[in-house]
Antibody, heavy 116, light 111 residues
Framework: EVQLLESGGGLEQPGGSLRLSCAAS????????MSWVRQAPGKGLEWVSV????????YYADSVKGRFTISRDTSRNTLYLQMNSLRAEDTALYYC?????????WGQGTLVTVSS | DVVMTQTPLSSPVTLGQPASISCRSS???????????LSWLQQRPGQPPRLLIY???NRFSGVPDRFSGSGAGTDFTLKISRVEAEDVGVYYC?????????FGQGTKLEI
């Protein structure tokens, strides 16, 4: 059974950093494209970033480009999102998802709050 | 970026009756490989999104057959043949044909 478990969220001040993790089980991370999608409180879904199975292909939404970095550790079967220079508008529930063209599995999400 | 526009944004429905949600994209979603990567997601209250339909009309594993998708090019529709209480939530269309992936605003289905 495919499972995705996000962690690492919390309260951070503007300008600060956080690293989100997504532990995958039931499949091999390096066989699939993996994405991060976020949802601000009471709002809709916003795609953030994707990483290719090989790890050498990444793409970012303009809203996070230059501040966020997606990566993965194949030995731990874990996806990461390094978030730097955080802004209030980054406050959201962050989900990791499996699949490139078909986002077939979603984690429960981890909440990031950026506030002073 | 591809803009996805859903209508209606809110849909009061009656149990046992059909429901329909439309999604229009600002550009064709036909990929260079010939497929159209338009998905429908369901988000029940307090839950993460769940994939219902992919590539316009393919039901994902475990999705009841009362859900169906149709459309082509830039116009797509999700239909529920007979709404059940568990169908309450927000429905999103999503395109994964080109980066950045984009979502519709969401349609809230209310009984």
């Amino acid at each position: 059974e495919v499972q995705l478990l996000e962690s690492g969220g919390g309260l951070e001040q503007p300008g600060g950093s956080l690293r989100l993790s997504c532990a995958a089980s039931g499949f091999t991370l390096s066989d699939y494209f993996m994405s991060w999608v976020r949802q601000a409180p009471g709002k809709g879904l916003e795609w953030v970033s994707v990483i290719s199975p090989s790890g050498d292909g990444t793409y970012y939404a303009d809203s996070v480009k230059g501040r966020f970095t997606i990566s993965r550790d194949t030995s731990r079967n874990t996806l990461y999102l390094q978030m730097n220079s955080l802004r209030a508008e980054d406050t959201a529930l962050y989900y990791c998802t499996k699949g490139k063209m078909v986002p077939d599995s979603w984690g429960q999400g981890t909440l990031v709050t950026v506030s002073s | 970026d591809v803009v996805m526009t859903q209508t209606p944004l809110s849909s009061p429905v009656t149990l046992g009756q059909p429901a329909s949600i439309s999604c229009r994209s600002s550009q064709s979603l036909v990929h260079s490989d010939g497929n159209t990567y338009l998905s429908w997601l369901q988000q029940r209250p307090g839950q993460p999104p769940r994939l219902l339909i992919y590539k316009i009309s393919n039901r994902f594993s475990g999705v009841p057959d009362r859900f169906s998708g149709s459309g082509a090019g830039t116009d797509f529709t999700l239909k529920i043949s007979r709404v059940e209480a568990e169908d309450v939530g927000v429905y999103y269309c999503m395109q994964t044909t080109q980066f950045p992936y984009t979502f519709g605003q969401g349609t809230k289905l209310e009984i």
